[in-house]
């Protein structure tokens, strides 16, 4: 594991821990408008990539040395492997109705912070109608042309799948 998915693995625990144990944060405010407003339209491009089973708009939410990390370990670094991963799920699932709730957000420069919770559902192909839940700890960073882009996205331990 390189150094910045070590500090973002210790980050993530940390941020669920305290989240987890019930000690609760107040909701941040120190992002601002403008940075929440980013972040939302970030989390609606994602929403409708997987709506439209569209692994390469999927991709594009990401900076392009993003990373896309699994509560299991596994991840994918760059926009062709996160595409690539993520048109591997969508052949088993087919268009995956995604709903994200956040939770709350820290912005620290250039960097935000974003915990919430996600719920993905879909009927893959001859099956019946799946859901699976479960929490995440996002970082977005300020692209060079101002907007705001996914530099790792941390799936929590305690995925929930259900019917």
């Given at each position: 594991m390189t150094g910045r998915l070590r500090k973002l693995a210790f980050m993530a625990a940390v941020i669920w821990g305290s989240v987890a144990s019930g000690q609760g944060m107040a909701p941040s405010t120190t992002a601002d408008a403008g940075v929440r407003a980013a972040i939302e339209r970030g989390n609606a491009e994602y929403i409708a990539a997987f709506?439209?089973?569209?692994?390469?708009?999927?991709?594009?939410?990401?900076?392009?040395?993003?990373?896309?990390?699994a509560d299991k370990g596994g991840y994918a670094r760059g926009r062709d492997a996160i595409a690539a991963v993520v048109r591997t799920l969508l052949s088993g699932t087919g268009p995956i109705q995604v709903t994200i709730e956040t939770v709350d957000l820290w912005v620290v420069d250039d960097v935000a912070y974003e915990t919430g919770k996600w719920r993905y559902r879909f009927t893959p192909p001859g099956k019946g109608a799946q859901s699976v839940t479960g929490r995440y700890v996002t970082e977005w960073k300020r692209q060079p042309d101002g907007g705001w882009r996914i530099i790792a996205d941390v799936g929590v331990p305690g995925t929930e799948w259900g019917g």
């Open positions: 709506a439209h089973s569209d692994p390469a708009a999927l991709a594009r939410v990401y900076a392009p040395d993003g990373a896309r990390m």
